[in-house]
């Protein structure tokens, strides 16, 4: 039997989410993958990865949205032409290497529907983070060095983002209680005691023995 697992997690910006799942798969043993999906699907591809990082958990836009001001777009000759790529066609490339990925080894996923791209993986577990909203400005101050109501501005900005990619793309709420196995305040506890109560939550629904 298979015992490789799958972590998704979905996380506001500020919450602290991409730090929590570093330290998730350094207790666990496994990899985290974000921006490293964009490396691994241009690879798989064959196209450069400004295309996935401008289709970055965005929306389709339609056929040409996301090739507007590219050049240089492909890594080698035998990538499809322009004219058959779209935000959707930049989706399913990503989900084959999320697949592919889910299947070789146990890993963790942060964002990018992975928790709906694996809805069949017999062994998942799907996260989401948020945080009280005046700790996620502090947090992305201290992190960008901006002001407050930067801040307060990107962080509205990128949740809507995210959240129109996840509800466009998995037919789920993003941030909605009933699209995961568990929500969690990352303010209650703070980063270290959520990454230990994650940890036990894992270890207990999987049955992994650490």
């Not at 697992?5 to 929590?20: A, C, D, M, T």
């Not at 798969?25 to 996935?52: H, P, T, V």
């Not at 700790?135 to 201290?142: F, S």
């Amino acid at each position: 039997m298979n015992e490789n697992y799958v972590i998704n997690i979905g996380r506001q910006l500020g919450s602290g989410g991409h730090e929590i799942g570093d330290k998730l798969g350094a207790r666990l043993g496994i990899d985290l993958y974000d921006n490293e999906l964009i490396n691994a699907a241009s690879e798989n591809s064959g196209l450069c990865k400004e295309f996935f990082e401008r289709a970055d958990e965005e929306a389709s836009q339609g056929m040409f949205g996301v090739l507007s001001n590219l050049h240089f777009a492909f890594a080698d000759s035998s990538a499809p032409s322009a004219s058959m790529l779209s935000n959707n066609s930049l989706f399913k490339i990503q989900s084959d290497v999320i697949r592919m990925i889910a299947a070789a080894k146990s890993c963790i996923f942060m964002g990018r529907c992975a928790d709906y791209i694996l809805r069949d993986n017999p062994r998942h577990i799907n996260l989401f983070i948020t945080a009280d909203f005046d700790d996620r400005i502090a947090r992305i101050c201290a992190k960008r060095h901006i002001s407050a109501e930067v801040a307060k501005t990107a962080i509205e900005k990128c949740d809507k983002k995210r959240a129109d990619y996840y509800n466009y793309y998995s037919a789920k709420t993003w941030g909605a209680a009933e699209s995961y196995d568990l929500c969690i305040n990352s303010s209650i506890f703070g980063i270290d005691k959520t990454v230990d109560f994650l940890f036990d939550f894992i270890q207990q629904k999987l049955n992994i023995k650490k």
